[in-house]
Antibody, heavy 122, light 107 residues
C-alpha cells in the first residue's frame, strides 16, 4: 500500500523559513516523479512544485519560484520542500503527491499525503 | 500558461441525480486531464486519468469524456458520499494547473 507521510508544518513568522518532509513507502520511490500541492483556507487546490524521479529536473509555480526548493533523497525515500521568505499568502495545507505513471513527470497524481499545515503569521 | 476554466463553481443536487462538471483548457492538452474528488480534511482522490480512464476502486457511476479542449466529469446516480468538491487538473505542461473547483452540495 502506498503511503505518503508529511511532516514539518507549523507556525512561522513572515519572512521565515520552514522545511517539509514527505516519507514515502509502498512503491519504488526512485522511479516516480513527485509534486507538492497546496490548499489555502477557503481556496482551491494549487500546484506548487514538481521534481522528476532522479531529482535532476524541478519545476515551480510562479508564486513560489525563487523562494521554495523541492528536492528528494531516493536513498531515504523522502521528498522535501524547503520554503523561505514566507508570506501570509503561503498559509495553506501542503500535500505531497505521487505521479500515477513512472513514465510521466507532471501528473496525474494517484496518491496523496494527508496534508501538513503551515501558518504564516506574526 | 494553460488556464483551466471549470464550471459550475457550485452545484446543488439530490441523491440519484445525474450531474456534469466541465473544464475547458485555454490551449490543446491532448488527454492530459484528470479529475479529483476532495473532501475537506482528507487527501484528494484521483477519479479519472487521461480524460476518461476510471481509476481502480472508483465506482462506475463516475465517467469522463473529452471533446477538443472541453472535458466533462459525469456522475450518474449521485450517492450521499459523492457530495464533495471536484477539481480538474491539466498535466500537459510542466506548469500544472487545476480548475477552480466545483462544490457539489446536497439539495
Amino acid at each position: 500500500e502506498v503511503q505518503l507521510l508529511e511532516s514539518g508544518g507549523g507556525l512561522v513568522q513572515p519572512g521565515g523559513s520552514l522545511k517539509f518532509s514527505c516519507a514515502a513507502s509502498g512503491f519504488a520511490f526512485s522511479s516516480y516523479a513527485m509534486s507538492w500541492v497546496r490548499q489555502a483556507p477557503g481556496k482551491g487546490l494549487e500546484w506548487v512544485s514538481t521534481i522528476n524521479s532522479g531529482g535532476g529536473s524541478t519545476f515551480y509555480a510562479d508564486s513560489v519560484k525563487g523562494r521554495f526548493t523541492i528536492s528528494r533523497d531516493n536513498s531515504k525515500n523522502t521528498l522535501y520542500l524547503e520554503m523561505s521568505n514566507l508570506r501570509s499568502e503561503d498559509t495553506a495545507a501542503y500535500f505531497c503527491a505521487k505521479v500515477l505513471y513512472s513514465k510521466y513527470t507532471y501528473g496525474p497524481f494517484d496518491s496523496w499525503g494527508q496534508g501538513s499545515l503551515v501558518t504564516v503569521s506574526s | 500558461d494553460i488556464q483551466m476554466t471549470q464550471s459550475p463553481s457550485s452545484l446543488s443536487a439530490s441523491v440519484g441525480d445525474r450531474i456534469t462538471i466541465t473544464c475547458r483548457a485555454s490551449h490543446p492538452i491532448g488527454s492530459y486531464l484528470s479529475w479529483y474528488q476532495h473532501i475537506p480534511g482528507t487527501a484528494p482522490r484521483l477519479l479519472i486519468s487521461d480524460a476518461s480512464t476510471l481509476q481502480s476502486g472508483v465506482p462506475s457511476r463516475f465517467s469522463g469524456s473529452a471533446s477538443g479542449t472541453e472535458f466533462t466529469l459525469t456522475i450518474s446516480g449521485l450517492q450521499p458520499e459523492d457530495f464533495a468538491t471536484y477539481y480538474c487538473l491539466q498535466s500537459y505542461t510542466s506548469t500544472i494547473t487545476f480548475g477552480q473547483g466545483t462544490r457539489l452540495e446536497i439539495k
